[in-house]
């Protein structure tokens, strides 16, 4: 499985396969069970990674953390960043504009300057971008107020955690 001419040939009939992806097999088949050869075990694993990861978070120590451990696990191919919901706002507008696509995962803060988690939410819903039901979100905050779980579950978030992060949590999330 480590064989590079692998990794070369699978690159060749498949062009999503880049060479941040060529690296993660070690980082994640310890985990899951896949049937099948090495060709469709790699695709099978390259299909379900998050591709696009977008952290919104305005605590440079916290996004920092995050991107570190999604680093390290190695299982995206791009991460971007913003410090507010409408910065986010205006970045996943643009970047649906020129590229026709959406982040896969979104890391959301809920206490921001300028526009909240919440208030991005809201707004996030009311975009008429075709994929947006694709996109998962995973409110990361310090707040563990039960009103601030039930109203991110209502706006179908699909998991809400507490800062720190781990790594564990970064591969289960990312893979």
């Given amino acids: 499985m480590n064989n590079p001419d692998f990794f070369y040939s699978l690159k060749k009939k498949n062009e999503k396969v880049t060479n ?12 899951r069970f896949y049937r099948g050869t090495g060709s469709q075990v790699a695709l099978q694993i390259l299909q379900q990674m998050k591709q696009h990861i977008l952290l919104v978070d305005d605590e440079e ?12 696990v190695g ?9 507010n919901g409408a910065q986010a ?10 590229h026709s696509s959406l982040p896969d995962l979104i890391f959301l803060d809920i206490n921001m300057p300028v526009m909240d988690g919440f208030e991005f939410m809201n707004a996030l819903h009311e975009l008429n971008l075709p994929g947006k039901e694709k996109m998962e979100v995973i409110i990361v905050s310090s707040s563990m107020n039960p009103k ?10 699909k998991e809400y955690v507490s800062k720190p992060i781990t790594q564990e949590f970064i591969r289960s999330v990312c893979l």
Avoid at 75 to 83: E, G, K, L, N, Q
Avoid at 148 to 153: G, L, V
């Fill in 148 to 157: 601030d779980i039930m109203m991110a579950k209502a706006m179908g978030v």
């Fill in 75 to 83: 299982m995206t191919a791009r991460i971007d960043s913003v410090t």
């Fill in 61 to 72: 120590v916290s996004y920092y953390l995050i991107m570190q451990l999604i680093k390290r």
């Fill in 89 to 98: 706002l205006s970045f996943i507008n643009e970047h649906y504009l020129s």
């Fill in 20 to 31: 941040c992806q060529r690296y993660t097999l070690n980082n994640i088949l310890p985990f």
